[in-house]
């Protein structure tokens, strides 16, 4: 059985730093690329992040470029967002998911599995 779960979600200030966190389990994880996605209040799910499955492809939405990493550890099945100097504007659900292949895309369907989401709320 598949899963992508997430957590580090929370409610922080403008400016500080959060980092998520995305344990996979039920497929070969070195074998998937990895991605984030985020969804805020009224608006279409928009992609964020994504990491080839060997960590050397990483593109970035270019509103967090700069601020926001993603990290991939193969022994543990985990991808990571690191979320530096956040602005209200990233308040969103934010979403992991899983692409069968070594190519990235920043098409939500040319995903094949989606975590349930975590809530990042930035207050100004």
């Known amino acids: 059985q598949v899963q992508l779960v997430e957590s580090g979600g929370g409610l922080v200030e403008a400016g500080e730093s959060l980092k998520l966190s995305c344990a996979a389990s039920?497929?070969?994880?070195?074998?998937?690329?990895m991605g984030w996605f985020r969804q805020a209040p009224g608006k279409e799910r928009e992609f964020v992040a994504a990491i080839s499955w060997a960590g050397g492809n990483t593109p970035y939405l270019g509103s967090v470029k700069g601020r926001f990493t993603i990290s991939r550890d193969n022994a543990k099945n985990t991808v990571y967002l690191q979320m530096n100097s956040l602005k209200p504007e990233d308040t969103a659900v934010y979403y992991c998911t899983a692409r069968r292949s070594s190519t990235i895309t920043t098409m939500q369907v040319g995903y094949d599995y989606w975590g349930q989401g975590t809530q990042v709320t930035v207050s100004s």
């Open positions: 039920g497929f070969t994880f070195s074998r998937y690329s």
